[in-house]
């Protein structure tokens, strides 16, 4: 039985993109507290269902599919450039499919400027109308107004006119920062790329016998399943450990194990795999905020989508993304890797940062246990010693070494040099990423 935080968001996703929803309205509608109505509102948000502006309110906007992610919503641009909206407000839903800046002729504007476009241009008040009239919104730098006829306008066309303090240079670049961030989430994995749905998932119930279980096992070849009560909240899991020797009329309940380690949709695919192998589980349930079952993921699915990730062109580029670029192999056997500190990966003070050092020194023991048919490794734990400060455009060399290697861990310690001064020093444990 859905909570009526789910009631809720089920009615603003129901909702048409563009209306306008409050507080007040959902709270007589769905006969609910004003309080949970507004925990609903902020959690939709969070989910990009909404999108509260000032002097505007709330509005259902569209909820962008993953591989459309690089585009914006006007209300979106409204939030990021802390614009005020002076008309086509009913338009604020709509997502604009590239940005053209007004820093041309207007004739030479126009030919680039269509519809589903936003210009972003200064007090040009014809280039406002011509632009709205070829079926582009329009985004005022330099906190300028629009005359009456281009509000009209944007309000008869529902094209989103809006105005904005900052100058042209610093806008777009916001707009680019903004689009540049989507693009890295949407290169990170989460459980809802890959989990098997509710529909596709084996479970069982509390209430069935061990009985239950072994039939299962025999119809569908798996070793584990989540274990359900009547309102389809997870309870448990079983596996084979919990019922070997256990009376084929003992109740699920009684041989399950309780509270089973879970994940929930938002969950990076790296965390769930990184848990997994800690853990020593290859099945975990997915869940709600409520505790609902929505799915199962195993170890097998999270390893084969961590290794097609890893084989994915980068669109957008991390600090890890900048750290691996600048690593060069100088040597295979003894394992060298030369390494330049661009003005990115320094500290107020011009020094190699803390989280860069880190990010290098971890790459690089994952090279040399890649190189060594090991896999895929996590990084446990570090120790490291800055012996003396290294400079920006300083080009390093890193020499690890294995001090041990286990079955499952991995004990490495690094010598850094600049030329062939020791600069740096570091011993790690990593985890080793088993099938």
């Known amino acids: 039985m859905a909570t009526k935080h789910e009631i809720i968001l089920q009615y603003i996703e129901s909702l048409p993109v563009g209306d306008k929803i409050s507080v007040r309205r959902i709270a007589k509608e769905l006969e609910v507290s004003e309080g949970t109505a507004y925990r609903a509102i902020k959690e939709a948000e969070n989910q990009r269902y909404v999108s509260t502006i000032e002097r505007v309110g709330t509005i259902r906007i569209e909820k962008k599919k993953k591989e459309n992610i690089d585009r914006l919503t006007f209300a979106e641009v409204v939030n990021i450039v802390d614009g005020q909206v002076l008309g086509g407000k009913s338009g604020l839903h709509k997502t604009l499919t590239k940005f053209v800046i007004g820093a041309m002729q207007l004739e030479d504007m126009m030919r680039y400027t269509d519809a589903g476009s936003l210009l972003i241009v200064g007090n040009r008040t014809k280039a406002h109308f011509t632009a709205l009239k070829a079926g582009a919104a329009v985004l005022i730098t330099g906190g300028f107004e629009a005359s009456e006829s281009s509000k009209k306008v944007a309000d008869e066309l529902d094209l989103p006119i809006i105005s904005t303090s900052y100058d042209t240079f610093t806008v777009a670049t916001m707009i680019n920062r903004a689009i540049y961030d989507q693009l890295i989430k949407k290169e990170i994995l989460f459980i809802e790329d890959i989990y098997v749905p509710y529909q596709e998932t084996d479970f069982l119930r509390v209430n069935d016998e061990v009985k239950a279980y072994h039939e299962k096992n025999v119809q569908t070849k798996h070793a584990g399943f989540p274990v359900i009560d009547a309102h389809q909240k997870i309870v448990g899991i079983v596996t084979a450990r919990d019922v070997i020797g256990k009376d084929y009329r003992e109740s699920i309940e009684k041989v399950m194990t309780k509270n089973p380690i879970t994940v929930t949709m938002k969950t990076s695919v790296a965390t769930a795999g990184h848990r997994m192998i800690w853990e020593g589980i290859d099945l975990m349930p997915v869940i709600n905020d409520y505790g609902i079952l929505e799915g199962v993921i195993s170890r097998q699915d999270v390893l084969k989508a ?46 190699i940062s803390y989280g860069a050092f880190t990010t290098l020194l971890a790459e690089v023991g994952n090279y040399v246990l890649k190189i060594r048919k090991r896999g895929d490794s996590v990084a446990e734990n570090m120790t490291i010693y800055f012996i003396k400060p290294v400079q920006m455009d300083s080009v390093l060399t890193v020499r690890p070494n294995i001090l041990d290697m286990s079955r499952k861990f991995v004990k490495m310690e690094f ?21």
Do not use: W, Y
Not at 322 to 339: G, P
Not at 415 to 435: C, H, I, P, S, Y
């Open 306 to 351: 961590l290794q097609l990730a890893q084989r994915q062109p980068q669109q957008g580029e991390t600090i890890d993304d900048i750290v691996k670029s600048q690593m060069k192999v100088l040597q295979e056997d003894d394992v060298a890797v030369e390494f330049t500190v661009t003005p990115q990966m320094t500290n107020q003070f011009g020094a």
């Open 415 to 435: 010598d850094v040099f600049v030329g062939n001064t020791l600069v740096g020093k570091a011993m790690m444990m990593f985890q080793l990423l088993e099938r």
